[in-house]
């Protein structure tokens, strides 16, 4: 099929290397715009814009797909379908209209749950057991259309957002490469979604990652794990920021908040119930250490708190 292909980060490259491979006419890649990234504010190219200059399919980088001037390309490109995943933006109805067979979208979750911008991240954070993906007919709301097909794979019990994702993301390139020739011969029959039966996934931000540690201790190794690689779970401790990377579960009771020492090299937190073990954390300005390494060259932090803000008396020395 003659066929554009919208996405932007690292879980939209493989399903668009699995469309080229089999053979789909790829006329362009639509992605958001370069923006700046790391210290030096250096114009850093979306994971897809790679994927696609690599290939050499041409690149379309529209402000807003709103623009009138974005959907006169695309009309001048008359593709037969468009094939959304991640992509960042809703489409317009006159861009889910343009395409003979309209505009499909790969969701990574099993709809109508987790609809909206994060559903990995949240399925984590809301442990769940199972997700999988969902290819849809996209309408003007948000992941609200008709299911073509759906898969779904177990969440383990140490999956991140960021292995999870991986996984997702190799499922949805199969199914996709899948669902085009079923749905261009008409063998894909549009179910409607059960409206009633929808959860929502909104957009992370920074603020979510902030631990709230009077949660029992399952929710937030849950969250530990729903929002690693970003924003990361933290908490501010001496009033510098501290990741925690990796944790698991103990039995057990504390002060929520608390730090506990139970050797050298163990350091616990109190919860809303049952103990947090903190493997894994990454101090401000540093890279990620082993909980054992971060209390040798921290003495005494059993008795400290972990806080959910940096002090007024640092914030206004």
């Not at 001037?69 to 809703?90: N, R």
């Amino acid at each position: 099929m003659r066929l554009i292909y919208m996405g932007t980060p690292q879980f939209a490259v493989p399903p668009l290397r699995a469309l080229a491979e089999v053979g789909h006419d790829i006329i362009s890649v639509v992605t958001r715009i370069d923006k700046p990234a790391g210290r030096g504010k250096i114009l850093l190219a979306t994971p897809i814009k790679r994927a696609a200059q690599e290939k050499g399919i041409p690149v379309l980088q529209p402000g807003r797909v709103r623009d009138a001037e974005f959907a006169e390309q695309l009309h001048e490109l008359a593709p037969d379908v468009i094939i959304v995943a991640a992509y960042g933006q809703i489409l317009p109805k006159n861009i889910l209209a343009l395409p003979r067979f309209g505009c499909l979208n790969i969701h990574a979750s099993l709809l109508p749950h987790y609809r909206g911008a994060a559903p990995i991240n949240w399925a984590i954070i809301r442990g769940e057991r199972a997700t999988g993906i969902t290819i849809m007919q996209m309408d003007e709301g948000m992941d609200t259309g008709a299911i073509l097909m759906q898969d779904s794979i177990p969440i383990e019990p140490m999956d991140t957002a960021g292995t999870l994702m991986g996984r997702l993301s190799v499922l949805g390139a199969k199914m996709i490469t899948e669902a085009l020739p079923l749905f261009e011969s008409g063998k894909l029959i549009p179910v409607a979604q059960d409206g009633s039966r929808a959860t929502f996934a909104p957009l992370l931000k920074k603020a979510n990652g902030v631990i709230d540690w009077t949660l029992p201790a399952i929710e937030i190794h849950n969250r530990v794990r729903g929002l690693s690689p970003w924003p990361g779970a933290h908490s501010f401790l001496d009033d510098q920021m501290i990741k925690i990377i990796t944790s698991e579960v103990l039995d057990g009771n504390g002060v929520a908040g608390q730090l506990y020492e139970k050797d050298k090299n163990t350091l616990i937190v109190g919860t809303g119930r049952n103990l947090l073990h903190v493997i894994t954390i990454q101090p401000e300005g540093k890279k990620p250490m082993s909980a054992a390494e971060f209390m040798h060259g921290h003495r005494g932090l059993g008795g400290k708190k972990f806080e959910t803000q940096i002090s007024n008396s640092s914030k206004n020395p």
